[in-house]
Every structure is written in C-alpha cells, then in structure tokens.
C-alpha cells in the first residue's frame, strides 16, 4: 500500500500540471478567438478602424498575416470606392443642366450646381413650382411604376419664362442615399426664344417688304387704266413709286447689313479705330440733312484723341451713323454729339431734345422692327433695324449701351467701348 501510494504521486502531480497547462492554454486559445472576431468585426468596419493585436501563439502568426493582407486590401478598395465616388460627385456637380435625384416619394434628396442655382436649395419655390407641374409629375409616376425613361416638355412661366427638356430614369435598385429617379433638365429657353424670333423676323420682314410691294403694284395698275393718259397723275404717281422702291431698298440694305453683323458677332473684332476722327467725319457727312430739316448738329469732343481696341471702325461708324440719323428724327431743335474716356473704357453719346420715349418702351427700342410710333416712323423712312444692328455691333465690341429717356425730356443714347 505504502509503496502503490508512493509510486501515484508523480503521475497525479503530472496530470495536475498537464490539466493546468490545457486550462491555460484554453483560457489562452479564448482570449485569442475573442480578439480575432474583434480583428475581423475591425477590419470589416473599414480602414478608420484601429487594428486589434492577435497574442503570439502558435498557429495564430499566419492567420495575423492574412488579416493584416485582408485588412490592407480593405483599405485599398474603400480608398479607390471613395476616390470614384468623388469623381463621380465632380461629374455630376459640373454638368451644365440641372441634375436632381428623388426618392420613392419623389420629393428631391440632391440637387447639383446647376440645379441650385436654377431653382434654390429649398423643396418650395421654383423648385416646388417644377416638381408640381402636371406634365413632369405625370412623367415622375409613369417611371417609377417601370415605364422605363420618360421625356417631356415643360415650361414655367412667371417673371424669367423657362422651358425644359426633362427626362425621368428610375434607378433599380435604388441609390446609396434612397434616390429612385433621376431627373436631368435640358434648358432649351434660349433655343426656343430664337425659333420665335426667327419666326418673328420672317413675319416681318415679309410684312415690311409687302406694303411698299403692294402699294407700287396698285400705282402700276392706275398708270396702266386710268391714268394712262393723265401726265400729271403719272408724275405724281411715280413719284410716290420712286418712295417706295428706295423704302424697300433702304429695308433690304438694313436686313443685309443686320445679318453681316449678326454672322460676325460671335468674333470679337481686331485692330484699332480713331474714334474721334470716325465721329467728326459721320458728323459731317450728315450736316447737310441736319440743315436741310433745320436741326442743329453740335459736337462736344475732347482735343485728345480717342482710341477703340480692339475695334472694327466701319462697324463704329456705322453705330455713329445710326444713332445720328435715329435722333435727326426726333429732334426738335438740337442734336448733341459727345465723346468721353473713362479709365479703360472710350465711348460717345448722342442725345436729342425730340418727345422722349417712355419707360416701358425703352427695354424694347433694339428689338427687331420695333416702333414706338410706327406710323410716324415708316413716314420718316424709319426701317425700324438700326438700333438693332447698332446693339448687336456694341455686343461684338464687348461694349454697353444705354438708354435714357423720359416723355418731354428728349433721348440719349451711350456707347462704352474698349479703348486705349
């Protein structure tokens, strides 16, 4: 007995110790499990995440190694992720049109510059004004319910009258951010201003041809029936003809002239014109009809000389020539031709004592065939194109023009240019 009890006590010291060593170890291999799960819940919240340090057991060095590759290769993909999103936000931000992405109930979640700037921030306003048009809210249904990308006109009115191109696509599946469609808007304002206008000129320049056309045509009929053997009606008559045909010339001469200028405007001119010298040289070549209608023609310009650069002089001196022969017509007594220089900017104004204009009118004076009074205007020869070709020649020239009058208190007229 004595000896058997003896001989049991390594053995049992032994298991005691390997059972120590396999709870250790236990505790050991839980303690590493647990951080491992913490490593890979780290790794998988992304690169922000601080790692967690795996203890040094064996088994455990070429799973940290793994982790650590994984870890890296996270970090690498949410980068590039991050750098995409970025130039992809760029795109969208830059585009010209107006960009918004809506939700399942159609109300807006981004806007891009664009779009911020066409119709505010805010879901009310303009913006709101869009989103409840009938048209595009009846396009916004049809292609969230799956009627694939939907196109429609519409158009806003109001102060600063707007029409759009819309196009809805409906995202599936849907947006990071909840965003269900997609709404682009082509502004096809100006686009649809210009057919207008055209359609505008066409009317009439047909109108204004066709007066005179018709009018010639009835004297012809006269001098071949009736008058064909009065003489003195036959003079009368063509003289009245005479009228006409140089009114249709003068109008053909002003449409010819209005589509050079039209055809050039968007190429800014180059060289030099003495400016003092054009005005002083279109003054006198209109002195004879300002003494022949009795108008006092009174210039106020500077000794030194004035330069436009960069400028086209004939196209200057046909702006002088227009605006001269507009306040000859409305003069009463006096016409004043004037020329300045202001810091960089040379310039001259032509002002007349006639009736004046009023307000209203103004903004319209450099319209195409715009008359304040037109019957007047078509007596005094009045094409109703010169200060159209004068405002488009101010634009090639980069410059401004103004207008000032008041009913009473007669017209001016300003032209900054350039200079040197």
């Not at 499990?33 to 780290?42: N, Q, T």
């Not at 009065?230 to 209005?258: K, T, Y």
């Not at 319209?367 to 007596?379: H, L, S």
């Amino acid at each position: 007995m004595g000896a058997g009890a003896l001989s049991s006590g390594p053995g049992l010291a032994a298991l005691l110790a390997v059972l120590v060593g396999a709870g250790a170890l236990g505790v050991l291999w839980a303690v590493a499990s647990a951080r491992l799960v913490a490593a890979l819940r780290a790794a998988a919240e992304g690169p922000r995440a601080a790692p967690v340090p795996l203890p040094a057991l064996p088994g455990l060095g070429a799973v940290e190694e793994e982790l650590s590759r994984l870890a890296r290769a996270t970090e690498a993909r949410a980068a590039l992720v991050g750098r995409l999103r970025a130039g992809g936000e760029a795109v969208v931000e830059s585009l010209p049109d107006p960009l918004l992405v809506l939700d399942a109930r159609l109300a807006p979640i981004r806007l891009n510059r664009a779009a911020r700037l066409a119709f505010g921030d805010g879901a009310r306003g303009r913006l709101g004004a869009l989103l409840r048009h009938p048209a595009l809210a009846a396009a916004l249904d049809r292609a969230l319910a799956g009627s694939g990308p939907q196109v429609v006109e519409v158009a806003l009115p109001g102060v600063s009258h707007r029409e759009y191109a819309a196009q809805a696509l409906a995202m599936d599946p849907p947006l990071d951010d909840g965003g269900r469609i997609l709404l682009l808007l082509g502004d096809r304002s100006a686009a649809r201003a210009l057919d207008r206008m055209r359609a505008d000129f066409v009317t009439n320049a047909s109108h204004e041809l066709r007066t005179p056309l018709a009018s010639m045509m009835g004297f012809v009929e006269t001098l071949r029936g009736p008058a064909a053997d009065d003489p003195a009606a036959q003079q009368r008559f063509l003289a009245i003809m005479a009228e006409q045909g140089e009114r249709m010339r003068r109008l053909i001469d002003d449409l010819l002239g209005l589509s050079r200028v039209e055809a050039t405007e968007h190429l800014p001119p180059s060289g030099e014109a003495p400016l003092s010298d054009i005005l002083r040289s279109e003054a006198a070549a209109m002195e004879p009809l300002f003494a022949r209608r009795g108008v006092r023609l009174v210039l106020d310009l500077p000794e030194q000389s004035l330069t436009a650069a960069p400028a086209d002089a004939d196209q200057l001196a046909q702006v002088a020539r227009n605006l001269l022969d507009n306040a000859l017509r409305h003069a009463a007594e006096e016409v004043r031709l004037e020329a300045f220089r202001e810091r960089a900017r040379v310039g001259f104004a032509v002002r007349d004592d006639g009736p004046g204009i009023a307000r209203e009118h103004l903004p319209r004076l450099t319209e195409r065939f715009f008359r304040v009074d037109k019957g007047r205007a078509r007596a005094q020869g009045n094409t109703g194109l010169g200060l159209a070709i004068v405002k488009h020649i101010v634009q090639r020239h980069r410059g401004q023009l103004s207008i000032e009058s008041e009913p009473g208190q007669g017209a001016s007229f300003r032209v900054a240019l350039p200079g040197n």
